[in-house]
C-alpha cells in the first residue's frame, strides 16, 4: 500500500493505492470536507489505505509513503509531539494491531505519483454530500484509440 494527502489553497485531499501480490492496483482517493495541515492529510490517507486493506482480509502489509514525519512517527523512530498527530498516531497504533505482519517505508515523492495524483484530485473537486460519485477506473492504452478501429481487407492488409 502506498498514500499521499494533499492540502492546499482548493481544498484537502488524501489518495491510497492497495496493490495485490499479481500486480493489480486498487486506487483510493478521498475529498475532506474540513480544515486540516498537510500532515494531518497524510495520517487520514495512512488511515484510509489501512482501513481499506482490514476489509479485506489482508493480513501481511508493506506501507510506503512519501511523508517522513508520518512514517517515522509510525515506525517508533521520531517522537509524536503535535497534539494534533497525537490521535493519528493512537488509531495507527490499533489499526496496526489487525495485521500479522507490517512494515512501514519512507519513499522519495517522485515515486508516488500515483498517491499524489489521487490526492490532489480529491482536494481539487468539489461536490455535495448528496452527490454519488462512482469508482474512478483508469486504463492504459498503449495504441491511439482509432487504430483499434482499423479492420483488415480480404487480402490481409488494413
Not at 499479481?22 to 480544515?35: C, Q, V
Not at 512514517?71 to 490499533?94: C, H, T
Not at 454519488?132 to 480480404?154: D, F, G, Q, R
Request: charged letters at 25%; proline letters at 4%; aromatic letters at 10%.
Amino acid at each position: 500500500m502506498s498514500f499521499d494527502g494533499a492540502s492546499n489553497a482548493l481544498g484537502h485531499g488524501v489518495g491510497a493505492v492497495l496493490v495485490s501480490p499479481e500486480g493489480n492496483h486498487y486506487p483510493l482517493t478521498t475529498r475532506l470536507n474540513f480544515f486540516c495541515t498537510n500532515n494531518i492529510a497524510e495520517y487520514e490517507a495512512c488511515i484510509m489505505g489501512l482501513r481499506a486493506a482490514i476489509e479485506r482480509n489482508v493480513k501481511t502489509l508493506e506501507v510506503y509513503g512519501d511523508s517522513a514525519l508520518v512514517i517515522y512517527q509510525i515506525r517508533g523512530d521520531w517522537e509524536v509531539r503535535d497534539s494534533k498527530l497525537i490521535k493519528y498516531s493512537d488509531l495507527v497504533a490499533e489499526l496496526i494491531k489487525e495485521f500479522k505482519e507490517i512494515t512501514f517505508h519512507y519513499f522519495p515523492r517522485e515515486e508516488n505519483q500515483l498517491d499524489d495524483t489521487l490526492a490532489t484530485l480529491a482536494s481539487m473537486f468539489k461536490a455535495s454530500k448528496e452527490a454519488k460519485i462512482m469508482p474512478l477506473k483508469m486504463s492504459i492504452y498503449e495504441v491511439p484509440a482509432h487504430c483499434c478501429s482499423i479492420k483488415k481487407e480480404a487480402d490481409g492488409r488494413p
